[in-house]
């Protein structure tokens, strides 16, 4: 990008009018995707909600309603631990086209178990990639159809620490879940880099672009009651990180950017301004482990196998 492009003036609370397109927000619930679904409704657009609990999903939507006067907003029942219920998923979207799809769902397990899905692979692993791997494969032809959609895939900060285990994917020789949840997050960022390759190379008009949150907490986070609620006494005590991280609406704003700004291109990577971890949102380098096309290579042929959707090449 540009150095006129990176100092051009994007406000965070005056985004521009998306009013006619389609997006899709997975995990749009709760957390980043419950703000990145928010902040997409404030432009007119139509938001979908892909989640797996319609009760979680109606709150979401009824808070963004309170928010959003007229948001255009709807559920997906949406399980990316199921692979096979994906395809179905997605002609259930009853939608002609389809602008951005944001790859946001995820699950970290924080106690020791290792856990699998019904297809045998393991939790964190299959949800937070192996999900998306496939549901992009059943989306591409609706990303297609739009005039330049984007894939908005969100890392985490805890990727930048990590390395891909080629010969363990799935952790089952060595399970540490910080670490595997870290390896998920790093799979879905190589994934969304060789995409934007792969789209290039097709000369396609879809776009893949990566985001992440930075540092986003939930105590620095506005409540959002019934969805999150924040005591007063919570956000006194996370004061002190405020300095240095900041809460999941903000968190959400380099994804955001990265499904509406004009200027956005295929392959960068988009977080907070400030080491990384909070303020406004920026371009920044993609570090040399997520761009290594040797690893993405073998990362796209053991998804293919693992999800069932051998010589995929992308979105046309």
């Not at 808070?63 to 399980?79: N, Q, T, Y």
């Not at 900041?246 to 988009?270: F, H, N």
Request: net charge positive; proline share 6%; glycine share 10%.
């Amino acid at each position: 990008m540009s150095s006129a492009t990176q100092s051009r003036s994007w406000d965070v609370h005056r985004l521009p009018s998306a009013e006619g397109r389609n997006f899709l927000v997975t995990g749009g619930n709760a957390g980043i995707g419950y703000f990145t679904a928010e902040q997409l409704a404030a432009t007119g657009a139509v938001v979908v909600l892909g989640c797996r609990d319609r009760a979680k999903a109606e709150a979401a939507m009824a808070s963004i309603r309170s928010r959003v006067p007229g948001a255009r907003v709807r559920h997906l029942r949406l399980d990316l631990a199921d692979l096979s219920s994906l395809k179905a998923a997605v002609e259930g979207l009853d939608l002609d086209r389809l602008d951005a799809v944001v790859h946001n769902a995820g699950v970290a397990l924080d106690d020791p178990p290792r856990r699998e899905t019904a297809d045998g692979h393991e939790l964190m692993f299959a949800t937070n990639h192996l999900g998306h791997f496939a549901l992009t494969r059943w989306l591409a032809p609706l990303l297609s159809a739009a005039r330049a959609a984007r894939v908005v895939t969100v890392g985490s900060f805890a990727a930048r620490s990590e390395r891909l285990d080629l010969g363990d994917l799935q952790s089952a020789r060595d399970y540490r879940p910080k670490q595997t949840y870290g390896r998920s997050k790093l799979a879905q960022m190589s994934f969304g880099f060789e995409l934007d390759r792969r789209l290039r190379a097709a000369g396609s008009t879809v776009l893949s672009v990566v985001a992440h949150p930075g540092g986003a907490l939930d105590s620095l986070t506005p409540s959002r009651p019934p969805v999150h609620r924040t005591t007063s006494g919570a956000r006194l005590r996370a004061l002190p990180a405020a300095l240095l991280v900041q809460g999941k609406e903000a968190g959400a704003w380099p994804v955001v950017r990265a499904v509406l700004d004009p200027e956005v291109t295929g392959g960068q990577l988009w977080g907070p301004r400030v080491f990384g971890l909070r303020g406004t949102p920026r371009s920044e380098p993609v570090p040399s482990h997520m761009a290594d096309r040797a690893v993405a290579a073998q990362l796209w042929a053991a998804s293919e196998e693992l999800t069932g959707t051998a010589r995929w090449s992308g979105p046309a």
